[in-house]
């Protein structure tokens, strides 16, 4: 049920720039029974069987055609790096020279592949054979009840419900030292 209200705010959300009527009564609605916490999320959990095994994993793995050429974006690691923010160096693992170097995007196959061995792979937490897939984090659910507060489409303060998302996405990756969360918020402050 909660996982339903939750993605009824997503789906609300969807919809406000064409009918905020109608937003905001979904939004309102999902919200009185949306996730209350992480342990709330609905999860896909994968499991150690090569046919339902998590996909990347699969995809690495010899029956799979041992597929090596995921890697996280420059885009993100640098947007996330020059924030400051912590998980950057848990959502992608270091190169063989210890260094973390994301993968320029929209490459064709030829310049990719040159870049393949000098590039950052997303971490391996995600490649593992039973790494979990969330469908719907609780902290998408508190960046969109921000997004519905900034928006007029229903009350509160949008910058408490901001600073909640993104400490629940910290958590979400294992960031739990909230002096390091709140040194984050402060030089990346919520903005209308």
């Not at 919809?15 to 342990?39: C, E, F, H, P, Q």
């Not at 896909?44 to 050429?69: C, I, K, Q």
């Not at 600073?163 to 402060?186: F, K, R």
Request: hydrophobic share 40%; net charge negative; aromatic share 10%.
């Amino acid at each position: 049920k909660m996982f339903g209200h939750s993605l009824l705010v997503r789906m609300g959300m969807r919809v406000a720039d064409r009918d905020a009527s109608l937003a905001g009564t979904a939004v309102n609605k999902g919200l009185a029974g949306a996730y209350t916490g992480i342990d709330d999320e609905a999860t896909l959990v994968f499991n150690e069987n090569e046919l339902t095994a998590n996909p990347f994993w699969y995809d690495a793995s010899p029956s799979g055609g041992s597929r090596d050429d995921f890697r996280i974006s420059a885009e993100l690691f640098d947007a996330l790096e020059g924030m400051g923010d912590p998980r950057a160096y848990l959502y992608a693992d270091s190169t063989v020279t210890g260094n973390y170097v994301g993968l320029p995007y929209g490459l064709e196959d030829g310049p990719s592949f040159e870049l393949k061995g000098s590039t950052s792979r997303f971490t391996a937490k995600l490649r593992e054979a039973t790494a979990p897939s969330c469908l719907l984090r609780y902290s998408e659910v508190k960046f969109l009840h921000a997004e519905a507060i900034a928006r007029g489409l229903v009350s509160g303060d949008a910058a408490t419900e901001f600073n909640a998302a993104v400490t629940a996405a910290m958590n979400e990756w294992g960031v739990m030292d909230q002096t390091a969360i709140d040194a984050y918020l402060a030089a990346n402050p919520y903005d209308a």
